[in-house]
């Protein structure tokens, strides 16, 4: 599992790989929790679970990207690590850990995911993505 970070005009660029769907949408994960927190360590203090749909691949990994914006916004829950990752077709089931976001101060305000330059793909052994953060 890999991502780096790209050049982009405005906004912020990653390019997650994996040998496996999983461990791409988890690089992917990776890259936004590091733009948002930078180098700061989370705590893994409480799990939470959620499930994302979407009928292709780009409306699932935008979905659940936006699932952990959601979840600093809106209940203050900043994820540590990834436990459990399954990704079907048309349906991702995650587990993270983490640590409420009153406990830190962050970096980045990540506003949105967007579909903008998105890329999803396989070659080389690898399944990769490019997503854009609007920051």
Known sequence: MTHRFLGHTAD???????????????????????????????????????????????????????????MLDAKEFLVSEIKSLIVGKDKISCVVSGDSAENYIFTNDVKAVTYNEMVIGEGHGKFFCEVVLDV
């Open 12 to 70: 912020v660029k990653f390019r997650a790989e994996g040998s496996t769907i999983e461990e791409m949408y988890s690089s992917a994960a990776d890259a936004l929790n590091e733009t948002i927190r930078g180098d700061i360590k989370i705590l893994g203090q409480e799990e939470k679970s959620f499930v994302v749909e979407g009928p292709d691949q780009e409306v699932l990994l935008y979905n659940f990207l936006e699932e952990f914006l959601f």
